[in-house]
């Protein structure tokens, strides 16, 4: 089968006052940003379509769903680590203006985070996904995090953050029944040209 994981679009930036989680929808750039990914898969059969319950995954799911006639279904575990976060902050944004920080996130040292336990629940909730959906070509919209996650664990390496995806970039990858995994392509973003900077 094959995976298809598009990582969400450029979300707002969000702060809240009250300590509830900040759950950013997309900024105007995302939703432009999911228009054209949906756009440039459309040549592209896909049999199911799952999305982070994040706002920011699943508004990137919308165009695509609309285009396919595909329900969204959601899947707690392909959420991202920062889901209970009281502030978003792009990543490019963190390496920017913190860049001690962002070497820490992308080592997988995250504040108040278990990161063992946000892997864990990506690559189960992804081997159930590819279980569900043998011969099948499903897409996932889920998050930078994610794509890092399931892509280490593909190539064998240690489970951690080693590169930035492009906001709607695509990465797919095929899964077989007998357990082996591979990368097809890794952060396709040609779809993206034209859109200046925000690119993740």
Same mark, same amino acid.
């Given at each position: ?9 450029? =979300?707002?930036? $969000? ?8 759950? =950013? ?114 897409? $996932?919209?889920?998050?930078?995090? $994610?794509?890092? $996650? ?14 930035? =995806? ?35």
């Amino acid at each position: 089968m094959e995976l298809i994981l598009i990582r969400h679009g450029l =979300p707002e930036r $969000v702060e809240t006052e009250d300590g509830t989680p900040a759950d =950013p929808p997309l900024s105007e750039v995302g939703h432009e940003q999911a228009r054209r990914v949906a756009a440039w898969l459309e040549e592209t059969h896909i049999d199911h379509l799952y999305s982070s319950p994040m706002q920011r995954a699943y508004q990137t799911a919308e165009p695509l769903s609309a285009l396919k006639s595909l329900d969204i279904e959601t899947r707690e575990g392909v959420a991202e680590y920062d889901r209970h976060a009281d502030h978003y902050i792009p990543v490019e944004e963190l390496k920017k203006h913190d860049y001690d920080r962002w070497l820490r996130l992308m080592r997988g040292e995250i504040e108040d985070i278990n990161f063992p336990k946000f892997c864990d629940a990506v690559i189960t909730t992804l081997n159930d996904i590819v279980a569900a959906n043998k011969g099948k070509t499903v897409a $996932v919209t889920c998050h930078g995090g $994610v794509v890092n $996650v399931w892509t280490a664990y593909v190539l064998g390496m240690e489970l951690r953050m080693f590169f930035n =995806p492009n906001y709607t970039s695509i990465s797919r990858y095929r899964a077989a029944s007998s357990g082996e995994r591979s990368i097809i392509t890794l952060n396709e973003h040609t779809h993206l040209k034209g859109l200046g900077s925000n690119l993740g």
